[in-house]
């Protein structure tokens, strides 16, 4: 497994503004994702990101609202643009070490009032 | 998108009992997971299965890959207070072994009475 730390692990924002998640992985992986997770529901894959490329989105989420970024194999960010209350939900950031499976951070809690 | 149908969606149990879980799928997939998540927390791997029939133990819990490649369970034994949380499946499909596209049940509660 790998430690993953994300931060910030909550905050409380308002409309239209815009909030950045960094995720910062004690080793090299290949692979990071971004999972959402709105209240009380399951997770769903936002994106792939890519080192040195663009991330890939998965159907319904675009870059112009979720942009990303992967400098390296190690760190990567997620921006949650022009918020509104509907984007109030948990963003993970997981990475996959190996064939056992994805591993994820411990979160972040956006709120949007 | 798609989901796994889980069950139960909440459990309340005592402590000492033994809980059972599963998920099932119209589709088949290659690799099943299940999850804990504690309140606060990201989810925590707590068995990966990767062979239909597959049955593998982790302390008190046991989960199994269903010759079917549809389905999939989880048992905790002698249950105690800190198994309290939410239990997630997850599917992996072919051709996305390489990938972190999971497809998730959605969660079983499980709260536990001292």
């Known amino acids: 497994s790998a430690v993953i730390s994300q931060k910030p692990s909550r905050d409380i924002c308002q409309r239209g503004t815009s909030l950045t998640i960094q995720c910062q992985v004690d080793?090299?992986?290949?692979?990071m994702f971004w999972y959402r997770q709105q209240p009380g529901q399951s997770l769903t894959l936002i994106a792939t990101a890519n080192q040195g490329s663009e991330a890939t989105y998965e159907s319904g989420f675009v870059i112009d609202k979720f942009p990303i970024s992967r400098p390296n194999l190690t760190f990567s960010t997620l921006t949650v643009s022009n918020m509104s209350p509907e984007d109030s939900s948990i963003y993970l950031c997981?990475?996959?070490?190996?064939?056992?499976?994805?591993?994820f951070g411990s979160g972040t809690q956006l709120s949007v009032l | 998108g798609q989901q796994l149908n889980q069950s139960p969606q909440s459990m309340f149990i005592q402590e000492g009992e033994d809980v059972s879980m599963n998920c099932t799928s119209s589709?088949?997939?290659?690799?099943w997971l299940w999850y804990k998540q504690d309140p606060g927390e990201g989810p925590v791997l707590l068995i990966a299965l990767y062979k239909a029939g597959e049955l593998t133990s982790n302390g008190r819990l046991t989960a199994q890959f269903g010759i079917t490649r549809k389905d999939s369970f989880l048992n905790i034994s002698a249950s105690i207070p800190s198994d309290v949380g939410i239990y997630f499946c997850?599917?992996?499909?072919?051709?996305?072994?390489?990938?972190?596209?999971?497809?998730f049940g959605q969660g079983t509660t499980l709260q536990v009475k001292p």
């Open positions: 589709s088949i997939f290659n690799t």
């Open positions: 080793s090299q992986v290949t692979m």
């Open positions: 997850a599917g992996q499909r072919d051709g996305s072994s390489n990938t972190g596209k999971l497809i």
């Open positions: 997981s990475v996959r070490t190996g064939p056992s499976g994805l591993f």
